[in-house]
């Protein structure tokens, strides 16, 4: 399984930012997805998951209200919308997937067994 991660960029505070997951190697579905996050000498955070037997999503407490997870079946990509962006969710994106079958979202990494390359979001002040 491949993931490919892309949207990352330079934003000031309060812009938006959509990011993109694209993923191949095998049929899109019967699997969660997440989105995690890791700035620089801190732990990799859960962001955001989205089940896949049932259409369902979830968010950390700091991105709640404020970021979208959503996906297209059709383009096997899955997305991340960040609006109100802060300079505390300055980190490095990661979209990640879980094996097939195992359709919940968990918040733990450890959970995930494939990961794309990760993509920099740097919020401005």
């Known amino acids: 399984v491949q993931l490919q991660a892309s949207g990352g960029g330079l934003v000031q505070a309060g812009g938006s930012l959509r990011l993109s997951c694209a993923a191949s190697?095998?049929?899109?579905?019967?699997?969660?997805m997440g989105w995690f996050r890791q700035a620089p000498g801190k732990e990799r955070e859960f962001v955001a998951g989205?089940?896949?037997?049932?259409?369902?999503?979830y968010y950390a407490d700091s991105v709640k209200g404020r970021f979208t997870i959503s996906r297209d079946n059709a383009k096997n990509t899955v997305y991340l919308q960040m609006n109100s962006l802060k300079p505390e969710d300055t980190a490095v994106y990661f979209c990640?997937?879980?094996?097939?079958?195992?359709?919940?979202?968990?918040?733990?990494?450890?959970?995930?067994?494939?990961w794309g390359q990760g993509t920099q979001v740097t919020v401005s002040s």
């Open positions: 190697g095998r049929p899109f579905g019967n699997y969660a």
């Open positions: 989205v089940k896949w037997s049932v259409y369902a999503t």
């Open positions: 990640a997937a879980r094996r097939s079958g195992q359709t919940v979202a968990s918040r733990n990494p450890g959970d995930y067994a494939y």
